[in-house]
């Protein structure tokens, strides 16, 4: 058994233990070192560089589909006046269609704002969760391994991009193999981008 003194002492002594966990707990945080700065700096430039690439993608493939769509037009005769903007009017819009029959509305190939765009991620047509988004990887449009997806090379039933007309500029997909494919370099560029997020 502890004598007066010496429990007195333990008691002391675990107040101060106390007292000094407490006051160690309280301090503040360190400041993140100059090295996790410049860490964190470099890594939102590689970011900003990722997004201004994946924008001028996009640009680039709205470019290309719009002169694809024009090429076909001037081939049957009803050709529209050339733009040397890269502005899109609501006659520039394109559709995307996806199913065995083409019969899901996928979103347009039109400005990112839209958010029937699929090129505006806060959007259905453009999010990676949505049922009707070819960025989706577990939809049948967007998978590696559905027929009727665009990111799948072995699809036999791809979306399909359609003018407002109803006329077909091709089949949005990574399938190399089908003669209706859309093969505009930036378009493929965009496309394995995308199915590759």
Do not use: Y
Not at 136 to 149: I, L
């Amino acid at each position: 058994m502890l004598t007066g003194s010496a429990n007195v002492l333990l008691r002391m002594l675990g107040a101060w233990a106390l007292v000094g966990c407490t006051s160690a707990a309280s301090e503040p945080a360190a400041a993140p070192s100059h090295a996790d700065a410049q860490s964190n700096r470099q890594i939102e430039r590689e970011q900003e560089a990722l997004n201004r690439r994946l924008q001028q993608l996009e640009t680039q493939a709205l470019s290309e589909l719009r002169k694809l769509r024009e090429s076909r037009q001037a081939s049957t005769g009803a050709a529209e006046p050339a733009r040397d903007d890269d502005s899109f009017s609501a006659d520039d819009e394109l559709m995307i269609l996806g199913g065995a029959k083409h019969e899901v509305f996928l979103g347009c190939l039109c400005q990112e704002h839209r958010p029937d765009s699929v090129f505006n991620m806060l959007g259905e047509h453009g999010s990676h969760s949505s049922p009707a988004s070819i960025r989706n990887k577990f939809a049948p449009f967007g998978s590696n391994h559905d027929d009727t997806s665009a990111c799948n090379a072995a699809a036999t039933h791809p979306p399909v991009v359609m003018t407002p007309d109803g006329k077909s500029l091709g089949l949005l997909t990574l399938n190399e193999s089908l003669k209706r494919r859309i093969n505009a370099p930036s378009v493929a560029d965009w496309l394995a981008r995308m199915c590759g997020e």
